[in-house]
């Protein structure tokens, strides 16, 4: 029987500017799952030094122009949040791109494509089949 206390939940930011559709994701992911809520780029930059999230959920057609940021849509946004950790020397997450327009990532740089992306609506457990491939849960 595993001692619940060494218990660590997996931990997801998620970067989205419509509140409501982040707060229904924690509400839908199970108790495994430690979600926390960034609505602009500042934000998010933040949270990923504050408190290193495991992975991070990135809509792709957010935009981040938010906390004195300015960043467009998509990929670009992916771009900023790599320089962003490697500019405090710390290791960026693996970053999952949701979008309802999942060819546009096929079109971006290779420096600017996510690690993982899924469609939107989301599929939860597909999600939950992503997040355990990129980090250790």
């Known amino acids: ?58 809509d792709a057609q957010t935009p981040l122009e938010k906390d004195g940021v300015r960043c467009f849509e998509g990929m670009d946004q992916i771009t900023l949040l790599r320089e962003k950790c490697t500019d405090m020397d710390i290791q960026c997450p693996p970053l999952i791109s949701m979008s309802a327009r999942l060819a546009d990532v096929e079109d971006a740089p290779l420096e600017a494509r996510p690690e993982a992306q899924i469609g939107k609506p989301l599929d939860i457990d597909e999600l939950k089949k992503i997040i355990k491939r990129l980090t250790t849960f």
């Open 1 to 58: 029987m595993k001692d619940e206390s060494t218990v660590r939940e997996c931990s997801i930011l998620v970067i989205d500017s419509e509140p409501e559709f982040a707060e229904d994701l924690s509400v839908l992911l199970p108790s495994e799952y430690d979600v926390e809520i960034a609505g602009g780029l500042g934000a998010a930059i933040r949270s990923i030094r504050d408190h290193r999230p495991d992975c991070v959920l990135l």
